[in-house]
């Protein structure tokens, strides 16, 4: 909007005379720490990846954008485990689809 008046004058019913001061205390500016999302964002045709790192927001170096595209093909499903108890040291399997073919890939807590 630019630099604006100080004051909008406002018509009133009041029979009194009212006075008023006007200052300007700063000029322009506004400081927002972390800078919300919602003002960075830019136009895309498909959804983008938004990350926050101590509620600071990471920026996308990459210049077509970061895309995201969801797949349920992707996502890493487990079907069953074998056995499902067992004593510690034991070896057990886990059946699932969409895993990684490179083992330092996976991790697996168990607890």
């Not at 999302?37 to 990350?51: A, C, G, Y």
Request: hydrophobic content about 40%; charged content about 15%; glycine content about 8%.
């Amino acid at each position: 909007a630019g630099d604006v008046p100080f004051l909008v004058s406002v018509e009133t019913n009041l029979n009194e005379k009212v006075s008023t001061t006007v200052y300007e205390q700063q000029t322009g500016g506004l400081f927002f720490r972390p800078i919300p999302i919602e003002m960075i964002r830019t136009v895309h045709t498909s959804p983008q990846l938004n990350v926050q790192i101590d509620d600071m927001v990471a920026s996308c170096s990459v210049p077509t954008g970061c895309s995201v595209t969801f797949s349920d093909n992707a996502i890493a499903t487990v079907r069953d485990i074998q056995p499902l108890a067992g004593v510690g040291g034991q070896v057990f399997t886990i059946y699932g689809i969409a895993f990684s073919n490179f083992k330092e890939d996976i991790t697996v807590l168990l607890g």
